[in-house]
């Protein structure tokens, strides 16, 4: 199973019946920042919309597409505001890992993790910000990243909603 988060509604590759596809027009909120899914619904956003549930989508996928306008080496605002709500897919406690302080695992599963950005004129320093930020969330979300792509139009990347 996939999990697509898109800001255009585009994405790679086929859209099977089991993949779930977040894109722009659904309902979706930012994060709140009150840990509640750390402490009050362990595991499941306290925010109801339709990403709720992003940690056990997360659990349950294979692989993990995001597709997104590269915005300084970023994500765009509402990649950004998706990605912020897979808080849930982690556990609130701290385990050292490589050297570095890091939250634990929550789920015993690994997620390959494939990054497609696009935007005009995207300048070498942003392409390597991009990486980094998908090197370090890969790590963060005990995933691997599979693929990093750049594109100029969106509409290069594949299928469309």
């Given amino acids: 199973m996939k999990v697509i988060i898109t ?8 859209l ?11 309902n979706v909120h930012a994060c709140a920042g009150c840990f509640g899914c750390f402490t ?10 339709d990403i709720a ?11 993990l597409y995001i597709v997104s306008r590269c915005w300084y080496g ?10 912020e709500r897979c808080l849930s897919y ?8 490589d050297g570095v302080m890091r939250h634990k695992r929550r789920y015993n599963h690994e997620i390959r993790i494939s990054a497609f950005f696009y ?15 998908i090197r370090l969330n890969a790590i963060n979300l005990y995933g691997k990243v599979s693929r990093i792509m750049f594109f100029t139009d969106a509409l290069e990347i594949g299928g469309i909603q």
């Avoid at 800001?7 to 086929?14: H, N």
């Avoid at 970023?74 to 990605?83: A, E, I, L, R």
């Fill in 90 to 97: 982690i556990h609130p406690d701290f385990v050292i890992r």
């Fill in 119 to 133: 935007g005009e004129n995207i300048e070498e320093a942003e392409k390597e910000t991009a990486r980094e930020l």
């Fill in 40 to 49: 009050k619904t362990p595991g499941v956003c306290v925010v109801d919309d």
């Fill in 53 to 63: 549930d992003m940690g056990e989508k997360l659990a349950k996928c294979d692989d």
């Fill in 7 to 14: 800001d255009t509604g585009v994405y790679p590759g086929i």
């Fill in 74 to 83: 970023s994500y765009s605002p509402f990649v950004k505001t998706v990605m």
């Fill in 16 to 26: 099977n019946e089991e993949d779930v596809l977040i894109t722009t027009g659904m």
